[in-house]
Nanobody, 116 residues
């Protein structure tokens, strides 16, 4: 089992920045990809960014150039630096981890609210 705990959400004005963190614990040896997803009110959960064990990254078009993702395997942490935030970035952000054999884990989420 893998446990994921997010932190760093909050209220920020448009144009501001926030840094989300995810700490992983448990059986981590089989984890490959980690990432962030978000779900806005009334909308489906969507991918924000992912990062593999080797450091390859992938971003949603809506956040490219504004968000960066990083991972410290030694500390079992992953971060999402969010800059130039927009009101449409308002959502609950979820940490995600996927294993090499297809098992997925989710955190409970952290709320990000961007005011205009």
């Amino acid at each position: 089992q893998v446990q994921l705990v997010e932190s760093g959400g909050g209220l920020v004005q448009a144009g501001g920045s926030l840094r989300l963190s995810c700490v992983a614990s448990g059986s981590l040896f089989n984890i490959n990809t980690m990432g962030w997803f978000r779900q806005a009110p009334g909308k489906q959960r969507e991918l924000v960014a992912t990062i593999t064990n080797s450091g390859s990254t992938n971003f949603a078009d809506s956040v490219k150039g504004r968000f960066t993702i990083s991972r410290d395997n030694a500390k079992n942490t992953m971060n999402l630096q969010m800059n130039s935030l927009k009101p449409e970035d308002t959502a609950v952000y979820y940490c995600h981890a996927g294993t090499y054999n297809g098992i997925t884990y989710w955190g409970k989420g952290t709320l990000v609210t961007v005011s205009s």
